[in-house]
């Protein structure tokens, strides 16, 4: 399959078909939510958009098909996910993974197309030439996503329960290059 990563607007027929992918690819297990797609899509124009450094991506076909879809931002103190992770590290893991933190936030591939580099290339676009210090990122431990991190070079560094329900995440790290003169 052959696709190429794209800025992906927040709105429009990209944005349109990176929500349905990554309703799709929420859909099955372990995840099994269908309804997941609304919920991002309010998140990305309501609130995470909103942030510093926020970017997001798009896997395109040449014929225009989205086929994957990630965003992220800059972490700081003050967001519900930076605060509620550095309480459950301790305060030099929290200190060394998220003062200088980007956070990948989402990443969706339609499931017809996993395993075939899209949410490598995903990855790679979206860390390309940031200048915090780390990415850092949650994915629940019953997927098989972490592997994919792994091979990015992401650590584990904690095993935890967002509000004390559902899957326990992991939550991962990437120290990222250090762009000379630009720290």
Known sequence: MNW????????????DGAIAVYGEAFAGPPYSDPDRGAEIRERVLDLHGKRAEFQSFAAVTPEQRVVGMTYGYRGVRGQWWHDTVVRALTPAVAQQWLESSYELVEIAVDPKCQGQ??????????????LEATCVLSTRTDSRAHELYERHGFEILTEMRFANRGAPFYIMGKRLPVI???R
């Open 117 to 130: 580099g899209v949410g490598s290339s995903l990855i790679n676009r979206l860390l390309e030439g940031r």
């Open 4 to 15: 190429e990563i794209v800025p992906l607007p927040k709105r429009g027929p990209l944005f």
């Open 180 to 182: 000379a003169n630009e």
